[in-house]
């Protein structure tokens, strides 16, 4: 205990700030609540090493080192009692019973209400001085910030793409579609072969360019699109940039890949048509994710809509298929006089996917209307062309420029009691970049505290412990904001196989980007806070990246790269592009604007 004592006198040392420093020595709240048998270790290097990383799990907060939701919170927001609480505990208890180890000697007292914690992520001496803090405070947790994977520094860095892309050739789904849809691939068909032939107006590679980009020779044989339909080739492929595994989205809009009916590039179909493209790219995605289940998640297509209970009975089946995350529609997404997201009419669907753990994922956009997407696109090409000296399209301006829709089901969710409804839901967007979350967030709080939103906490809080956002290829002005956006809460992405995206030079671009990042920081973002929001196992991620992964110091060490492919970074993809600037009064204005058009007919919002 007087070695307890010594590491409470020099705390800071070991775990850094506290939000509630402990008020006495270890040894005067441990001496009633934990019994050491006779002969048990008295020193504290011993003490870690013999217990490990330990969480004592309370009645009814957990211990913020091992569950990133309560983590996020400050103890003094913390609620003692209620659903908010119990979520994260249920999930928390779930983890660690795959993780328990006994060790000999310690008695925890009452037993039914701790548990003992194996966590290679966090340092046993953290862990050590959270559970003291726990048992000290009797539930207020001291805020510390664990240093993940510190048990082994400077190993391959787990990097997890929180967006990446797979899918079959139109065609070759009619094995897949119910038969009573099939003729509708023609049509399909013929949209794919179109779109095809448009987008060929975007290509920039030069042959210059290729031989600057494609050093291993992969664009040229063909195998990014060879690992977007063969799960072999696909984890060859992803082995090769360092990614140990992948969230998988339909491919569409690209030559050779397509989604079913579903797609945005997609002439209108019919509801039911779509809903038989999801089901079948569903089943085919299902037996490509099998392959390797820990490293190829795949999101289900939900695209029953809007039909609530049709489509949590979609995502129901594609769980028990075998599928870990929630793709709504990019399109038709709500049509008029639609239930918005916020009303309870869509609660089957929130509840289907808390219940089952299946994060929902925004991808690109939400709410087009089908057929739109080659006539907006069409559009921007030709004002490109004519903003340009040499008649070509500034494909980075094209892609990134400013989309409102994609950002509506924050203030949707968070802004009108769906979290307070399912508080184990979470919600993530996916390519739609990131600086855009601090300003939102800023607007929907004081929106918030105007009293203009039916959430009962701010809508940050909800961002903090239930949402995500996927930095797909990610640019250095992204990463300076990662505070501001949420270091538990900004994730990474590849982008495979869009040439948009950091493949196949995935290892330059986080040299490029990354240098002078802290070690911890940098590991949550390149894959930890993934493998946390989706539930992956840690344990086989670590492994493959051991084999397969990027040495750390080729992630923060500020390198020298090429500046021919940073240029050409740039130019696919708008590397160096200023941050979005927000126009806060606007954004306040569409905001009010979009939940005033989705209220009930009281004039309260639906989902209050």
Known sequence: MEKLDRCYDHHHDITGRYLVPLDRRPSEYLQDRVRIAPGFIDDIPGLIEQLGPICMVGTTLTARACCRRTRSTPSSSVPATGEGVQR??????RRCARLIRQPTGLRLSPAS???????????????????????CLGGLMPSIEPTPCELSPGANVVIVSGDSHVGLPVEQYAEYMDPAFRPALEVCYEDERRFADFLKSFKWFTPEEVELIDRRGELKAGLNFQAVRDPQARLAAA??????????????????????????????????????GSRAYNRWLAEFCSYAPDRLIGAAAIVEWPDPAGAAAQVRQAREMGLRAVFPPQVPGLPDGGPPLSD??????????????????????????????QVALERALSELRKGSPDGKPDPADAIFRQDWSARTPLWNTAGTGVFDRHPALRIAFSEVRADWVPATLRVLDRMHAEGKTASARRPSEYWASNCAV????????????????????????????HTEGTWPNTHEWLRATFFGVPEHEARKILGENAIEFFGLDAKVLREVAARVGVPFSDVTTNQPVDPDLLAHFDRRSGYRKAPEVIDEAELTRLINQDLAARRGPAGSASGG
């Open 470 to 497: 996927v930095a797909t290829a990610i640019r250095r002005h992204e990463l300076e904001m990662r505070h501001e956006i949420g270091l538990d809460n900004l994730l990474f992405g590849t982008d495979m196989p």
């Open 113 to 135: 209400t701790r548990a003992t914690v194996d966590d290679p992520c966090v340092r046993p001496d953290r862990m050590l001085m959270e559970a003291l803090g726990f048992v």
């Open 239 to 276: 082995e090769r940039e360092g990614v140990a595994a992948e969230i998988l989205y339909p491919l569409s809009g690209v030559e050779h890949a397509y989604a079913p009916c579903f797609s945005g590039a997609n002439r209108p179909f019919a509801a039911e048509t779509r809903a038989a």
């Open 344 to 373: 309870r009419e869509w609660d089957p669907f929130w509840a289907a996917c808390a219940e089952l753990e299946m994060p929902v994922v925004f991808h690109v956009g939400f709410g087009r209307p089908q057929g739109q997407t």
């Open 88 to 93: 994260p505990l249920r999930r928390h208890r």
